[in-house]
């Protein structure tokens, strides 16, 4: 049984058609990225992944269940992007409180020692970093063990270390066979802790496979060498250059045809200093897709 | 214990670790039995009552109405706002124990409120019960702050985080006022007398009024809060569902 089943879905706010004919399948045990630029569909897809939005169109299933019936039976945990923590209550008391309300919870000394709150435990909710509230929302998610996690830019209010540590937290949890889904705009994020990265933009799917299946489908390279103060113009024109960017006195090239635009450049007369070319990194790849400058 | 009841303790110690929460149910009400106690300590009372008696059950309603409206009103609002009830909603809890559950702690913190002015009543004022009364009159605290605990469901349901606040002190208010609860009618004009008949609060009210002086509490009083109860249930429960619909 597929873990996740998204058939034709279509979701429309207004004039905006947030998810468009949106179909995906993830299997049980898999650790899934959603990576889109902002307002690609991320959240609209999540939200009707927990029942919280009904599609228009199309069906959801998870583990054979409609959203809703998965949540009322345990199956589901998730970290929403948006919300506060809870007030007037201890970090003990909060998850306690949650991991009772599902069948087959985890025990509260796992949950804290996977969330690493164990030093928090008798701290108020409204007494907590953003960092450590985060830790919090891990914890309130994985709480009742579900089979599938899912978590909406779970990172965005962290900093690098809370980042690094929480990451760890996530494969942890991951690697005791629990289905992951997770939400983010962070390419590295993407590339690092999931083994499959599902890009959208526009509510629809336009990438789907591992990192290195991404970056090899754009087949963009990169040429970067200093310019100094010699003019740009020009290096837009060169043979197989997809686009230019000058950052101080470095222009980076992107180019489908990397042979072809070192003999343009060096034909050019220009004076090359300092070249480098390598394979697109994940970025430049996920820039190429969605036609985005970031 | 079910998650409901389990739901309801949690909310019960939440808002019981507020100190604004206390503030308003027992020290204001405190307070004001006080100043109403000098005020009418010559008139010998009031429907029979002894007016140390009548002023008690009127500041446990007070209190009673405030710990209800309080506990609901603008918290569920600020709930709906900060994500905690999308939270619950992405967990196997319905949506019906969370109202429910709202609801059940919301009547329940009117106990503290309503006993410690009897607490205060029998210490200070002199007043003295029989043991039945007493009890009786927490029951009827209890059951009776049922449509408050609902109208406070409505407004935090159906007004967000900055108008639920002025809506909630609007509604004790006027329900204290009209309902002859802060100063007694007999004082009032007489039109303000018809009014109160009408109100919820006053015939909550008059159901401490009559246990007080052993009296059984009249059935056009018990038939009105009753359908108060029953229309303030009903439209609480249909706000919060239409306040936290899915779209």
């Known amino acids: 049984m597929h873990a996740i089943q998204f058939s034709s879905v279509v979701k429309q706010y207004g004039a905006v058609r947030a998810v468009n004919t949106f179909d995906l399948t993830i299997g049980s045990g898999q650790s899934v990225a959603l990576l889109g630029p902002n307002g690609a569909g991320k959240s609209t897809t999540i939200s009707m992944l927990l029942g919280l939005a009904t599609p228009d169109a199309g069906s959801i299933e998870v583990f054979g269940h409609t959203s809703q019936e998965a949540v009322k039976e345990g199956l589901i945990g998730a970290m929403l992007q948006e919300g506060d923590l809870v007030p007037g209550i201890k970090v003990r008391e909060l998850i306690d409180f949650v991991r009772r309300l599902y069948p087959n919870p985890l025990e509260l000394d796992e949950i804290l020692r996977l969330a690493d709150l164990t030093e928090l435990v008798d701290r108020r909710t409204d007494k907590l970093s953003g960092g450590q509230a985060q830790r919090v929302r891990f914890a309130l998610a994985i709480a009742g063990q579900p089979h599938l996690l899912v978590l909406d830019e779970p990172t965005a209010a962290m900093d690098v270390a809370s980042r690094h540590a929480f990451w760890a937290s996530m494969r942890a949890y991951a690697a005791q066979g629990h289905t992951i889904l997770f939400a983010t705009h962070y390419l590295e994020e993407a590339d690092d802790n999931a083994d499959r990265i599902v890009v959208i933009d526009h509510g629809q799917v336009i990438a789907d496979g591992t990192g290195a299946q991404i970056k090899a489908t754009t087949g963009t390279r990169a040429v970067r060498f200093t310019l100094g103060s010699q003019p740009a113009a020009g290096l837009q024109e060169l043979a197989g250059v997809t686009s230019v960017e000058i950052r101080d006195d470095v222009a980076l090239l992107r180019t489908d045809d990397p042979d072809a635009t070192l003999h343009a450049l060096y034909a050019s007369g220009l004076r090359i200093r300092d070249l480098e070319t390598d394979g697109a990194n994940l970025e430049e790849a996920f820039l190429s897709l969605t036609g985005d400058a970031a | ?247």
């Not at chain 2, 009014?195 to 009105?224: F, H, K, Q």
Request: hydrophobic fraction near 55%; include cysteine.
């Open chain 2, 1 to 247: 214990m079910s998650a409901t009841l389990r739901y309801t303790k949690l909310e019960v110690q939440r808002i019981l670790r507020e100190p604004r929460f206390a503030i308003f149910t027992i020290a204001v009400p405190l307070a004001l039995f006080m100043v109403d106690a000098s005020i009418f300590k010559s008139s010998g009372g009031f429907d029979g009552i002894a007016i140390a008696k009548y002023l008690m059950v009127s500041m446990a309603v007070f209190g009673a109405i405030s710990a209800a409206l309080n506990a609901t009103g603008a918290r569920l609002a600020e709930e709906r706002r900060n994500g905690w009830l999308r939270q619950l909603d992405i967990t196997p809890l319905s949506p019906w124990s969370v109202v429910t559950a709202k609801t059940l702690a919301a009547m329940t913190l009117t106990l503290p409120a309503a006993a410690l002015i009897y607490l205060f009543g029998a210490l200070t004022q002199g007043v003295t019960l029989e043991a039945w009364q007493w009890l009786a009159l927490l029951l009827a605290s209890w059951l009776g702050s049922l449509p408050f605990a609902a109208l406070g469901v409505l407004i935090g349901s159906a007004g967000n985080v900055d108008t639920s606040q002025p809506l909630v002190t609007g509604s004790m208010f006027f329900l204290n006022i009209f309902g002859g609860v802060f100063i007694p009618l007999q004082v009032l004009p007489r039109a303000m007398g018809h009014i109160a008949t009408i109100l919820p609060s006053n015939r909550y009210a008059e159901l401490g009024w009559a246990i007080a002086d052993g009296r059984a509490p009249s059935a056009v009083g018990i038939t009105v809060l009753a359908a108060w109860t029953v229309g303030l249930c009903v439209t609480g429960v249909l706000a919060y569902r239409r306040g936290s619909v899915r779209t």
